[in-house]
Nanobody
């Protein structure tokens, strides 16, 4: 079982930055065994992939809509994964979710992720 808790959401003006964090507790398992992902869901829309990072942190993947603006990273010693979001746009407004998938293969499909956090709200004003 893995528990995920996101933090760092809030209200920011367009062009601003936010840093989301996700703290993981993996009973009896090593955090580095998990591929980590970030997803988001805007009102009235389906949940969509944002970014993912492999177990070592060396390989990262991004949705085209955030490439060049967002950066995902992880600290296996602290069991955390972060999402640095720069040059935010109103269309980035959504609830952001941290997710975990056991294994080394990085995927972007949300149904491949087993564990989910409760989400944190990000609102970007124009």
């Amino acid at each position: 079982q893995v528990q995920l808790v996101e933090s760092g959401g809030g209200l920011v003006q367009a062009g601003g930055s936010l840093r989301l964090s996700c703290a993981a507790s993996a009973s009896g398992r090593t955090f580095s065994m998990y591929t980590m992902g970030w997803f988001r869901q805007a009102p009235g829309k389906e949940r969509e992939f944002v970014a993912a990072i492999n177990w070592s942190g060396i390989s990262t993947y991004y949705a085209d809509s955030v490439k060049g603006r967002f950066t995902v990273s992880r600290n296996n010693a602290k069991n955390t994964v972060s999402l640095q979001m720069n040059t935010l746009k109103p269309e980035d407004t959504a609830v952001y979710y941290c997710a975990a998938k056991r294994g080394l293969v990085v995927v972007t499909a949300l149904n491949e992720y087993t564990y989910w956090g409760q989400g944190t709200q990000v609102t970007v004003s124009s």
